[in-house]
């Protein structure tokens, strides 16, 4: 809801400040799930670890090329969290979604442990970019 100077609903500021706060919420904790979850995934692949060789298979150009993308968003989500801005955040988020659900089909298989915390990031990182576009402080310049 936007406020209107005197046309206002008397509700308005409090319910757009709680969306703000909902949304401002949501982005952080996406941030924070990545930053967790990339840590020590990354560490992993870096130190080629028995148990990421068997979910990632052994070290080869594509896998190092999988932790330069987890290291970029590692860094993404780093800066976002302290220099948030929400546009940055929807890019990040979408993107990630959309790879997170789309390693199923490109890795064939839904058993696959990285599949699986895929597709459970990308459904917590959907409702972070549903709550930014319900905020209706996501507006793009076209």
Do not use: W
């Amino acid at each position: 809801m936007h406020c209107f100077g005197r046309f206002c609903p008397d509700n308005c500021h409090q319910s757009f400040d709680i969306s703000i706060l909902k949304m401002h919420n949501m982005i952080t904790a996406s941030l924070i799930i990545n930053i967790l979850v990339l840590i020590p995934v990354c560490l992993s692949l870096l130190l080629n670890l028995e148990k990421m060789n068997v979910a990632a298979g052994i070290f080869t150009p594509a896998r190092g090329i999988l932790l330069a993308i987890y290291i970029s968003i590692l860094f993404a989500s780093s800066f976002l969290l302290f220099f948030m801005d929400v546009k940055l955040a929807f890019a990040l988020f979408s993107i990630q979604i959309v790879y997170k659900v789309l390693t199923p089909f490109t890795v064939k298989s839904i058993k696959n442990p990285i599949v699986i915390s895929n597709l459970v990031i990308a459904t917590f990182h959907l409702v972070t970019v549903i709550t930014m576009m319900k905020s209706g402080l996501l507006h793009f310049d076209f």
